[in-house]
């Protein structure tokens, strides 16, 4: 938000309390650019959908975080989206499922799931945060937000339009992508769709790499090639991202 001329809005987080305990005024609040204009209006930037309550339950993954599995109500409002973080490809750590979340790291892509470094209960700073250093493969060659795939006649409706601000679940706020995941071809797609590229553009993905330029991928693009660029280390060269 910062570097959106959105200072205002990112201020309001307080970073040390869940999603749902801050005002609605808070989590509904999205700089525009955060929307497309070909697949939402502006009475579809807000929606409502689970969160973390109390009768949540938790399990603990094998690197000693916990996961939540809802339970019990908890719906609030909250800000909808449809550009997503770049979480990655499916090695360890970046689909998202209770049993691999965390496991062998939180994602392999430039925007991912960090662990924050607390002190006194409070997060002071973020274990694995990404900086342009560590994309080793080269900004050009990585995403770093692209359009999220949201089925038609989805809209404002969880899970498959998500909270983008809530980090309690991968397919609120990024999508992966390689083997196995492909972008979505068809916007009507349902499913096991939740953590997919997709768009509502015929063919095309709109993707912002990490050196700034904007690029507009066939929906068809060769998985392994897609998954290459969704990799920040994985040392395989790009032949054509088109």
Same mark, same amino acid.
């Given at each position: ?6 200072? *205002? ?12 305990? %801050? ?24 929606? $409502?959908?689970?969160? &973390?309550?109390?009768? #949540? ?15 019990? !109500? ?9 550009? =997503?973080?770049? %979480? ?19 994602? #392999?892509? $430039? ?13 002071? *700073? ?8 560590? &994309?080793? /493969? ?10 999220? %795939? &949201? ?28 083997? !196995? &995941?492909?972008?979505?071809? /068809? ?13 509502? %553009? !015929? ?7 990490? @050196? ?12 392994? #090639?897609? =998954? ?5 280390? @994985?040392?395989?060269? $790009?032949? /054509?991202?088109?």
């Amino acid at each position: 938000m910062p570097y959106l001329e959105s200072t *205002g809005l990112e201020q309001r987080w307080d970073y040390s309390i869940p999603y749902a305990s %801050h005002d609605d005024s808070v989590r509904t609040a999205s700089p525009p650019v955060y929307s497309c204009p070909a697949r939402r209006g502006s009475d579809d930037t807000k929606g $409502i959908g689970n969160v &973390v309550t109390g009768a #949540t339950r938790w399990i603990t993954l094998p690197c000693g975080c916990q996961y939540p599995i809802f339970g019990g !109500a908890g719906n609030v409002a909250g800000a909808l989206g449809d550009y =997503g973080a770049n %979480h990655g490809d499916l090695s360890p750590g970046s689909s998202g499922l209770p049993t691999d979340y965390n496991y062998g790291g939180n994602g #392999t892509g $430039i925007i991912i799931s960090s662990r924050p470094n607390c002190a006194s209960g409070k997060p002071v *700073g973020w274990e694995d945060r990404i900086s342009a250093k560590n &994309v080793y /493969d080269g900004l050009s060659n990585t995403f770093l937000v692209g359009e999220m %795939h &949201v089925p038609m006649g989805k809209l404002k409706q969880s899970p498959e339009d998500a909270f983008i601000f809530n980090g309690d679940n991968l397919y609120n706020f990024a999508r992966i992508g390689g083997p !196995a &995941v492909p972008i979505a071809k /068809d916007p009507r797609a349902l499913g096991s769709d939740l953590v997919r590229w997709g768009s509502w %553009h !015929a063919g095309l993905c709109q993707f912002v790499l990490a @050196d700034g330029s904007v690029r507009a991928v066939s929906s068809s693009i060769d998985t392994d #090639t897609l =998954g290459r660029l969704c990799n920040r280390n @994985d040392g395989q060269s $790009i032949s /054509d991202i088109e």
